[in-house]
């Protein structure tokens, strides 16, 4: 009797995690239908990686705007026609690219299996394989497919769901637990910020007349903010480009956290992490590499599970920009 108590109980813990790690995708999800999907993926992605040092941050942020915009279903590699204006369109798509590698792999596994392999899978292994280059082929996450692509893209739905640099901690917790996502999670995976850049325009306002009478934001090392003046050239400037880790910021490392601590976050949305006691904990334990990386696998896990197509739902679009 107590025998199938435990094992009813360990069932339904085990029905339980599986839809909180993301429900019906699987390890390996197209071994019979497309062996070879996933080194495809690989190999092409390692190709582009090999001449453009800063894919795999693009790949990264690209795959974040697809999962917080209707779940991971490529809606965010759809064009927009002469009757919708798509996410890729919004406000906050500023810089967002990769597409061409998307396409690129999309063509490949196409060739080898038509109809078999969707987008949203092709861009959560894509992400993962780029960012885990500099680590010799070891997989810095593990990554379930089965996902399928969704049907509809609206730029309107990314400007509510995606969130901005100047938003303060109470409403990115709030973003994220609309995504199912913990604060824990929001301070992990903004840690994705190790690499990358970040246009002047996004953070400008710490710089320059921070509250009305020419000053800077105080929560900004000065020295730091002083540097930033001599790159940005004003509120204005939607060009210029800054390193968010400046040391390595093509190399995915912890070093965001360190930098973090020590005012130098680039974004509000950075700085804001270090408002509270919890996420200022958090934001100290993740100094510690290993942890960051143990921690990060976890939570882009999570990320990649959000609001997934699976069975019947969607489609496997056959060109990732335009649905079928
Ligand atoms: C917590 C809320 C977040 C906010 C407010 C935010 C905001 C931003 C902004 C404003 C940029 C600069 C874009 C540009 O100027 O071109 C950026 C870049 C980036 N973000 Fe985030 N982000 C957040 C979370 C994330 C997450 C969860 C990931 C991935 C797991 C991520 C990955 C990246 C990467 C890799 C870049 C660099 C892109 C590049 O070099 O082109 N971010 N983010
Ligand atoms: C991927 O690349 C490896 C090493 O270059 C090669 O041996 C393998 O055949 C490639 N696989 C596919 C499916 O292209
Ligand atoms: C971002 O949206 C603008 C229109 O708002 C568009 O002109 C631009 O091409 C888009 N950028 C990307 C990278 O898709
Ligand atoms: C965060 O921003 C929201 C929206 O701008 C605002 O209503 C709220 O008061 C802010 N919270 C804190 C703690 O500053
Ligand atoms: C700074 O902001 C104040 C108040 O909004 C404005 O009157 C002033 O012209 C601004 N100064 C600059 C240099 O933009
Ligand atoms: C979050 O979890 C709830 C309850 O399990 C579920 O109904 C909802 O669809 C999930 N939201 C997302 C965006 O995955």
Known sequence: MKMRFFLVASMMLLSFLEITEGGSLRKNFYKK?????????KNITLQHVSSRPELPAKLLRLHFHDCFVRGCDASVLIESTASNTAEKDAIPNLSLSGFDVVKDIKDAVEAKCPGVVSCADILTLAARDAVSVQFNNEQKWEVLTGRRDGTVSKSLEALINIPAPFHNISTLR???S????????????????????????LFSNRLFNFTGKGDQDPTLDSTYAKFLKTKCQGLGDTTTTVEMD????TDFNSDYYPILLRKKGLFTSDATLLTTKQSRNIVKELVSQNKFFTEFAQSMKR???IGVLSGSDGEIRRKCSIVN
């Open 178 to 201: 609309s995504k199912n996502l913990t604060l824990h999670d929001l301070v992990v995976l903004s840690g994705a910020h190790t690499i990358g850049v970040g246009h002047c325009n």
């Open 174 to 176: 709030q973003i994220f």
């Open 33 to 41: 239908s497309c062996p070879q999907a996933e080194e495809i993926v």
């Open 303 to 305: 990320m990649g599970a």
């Open 246 to 249: 400046p040391s390595s910021s």
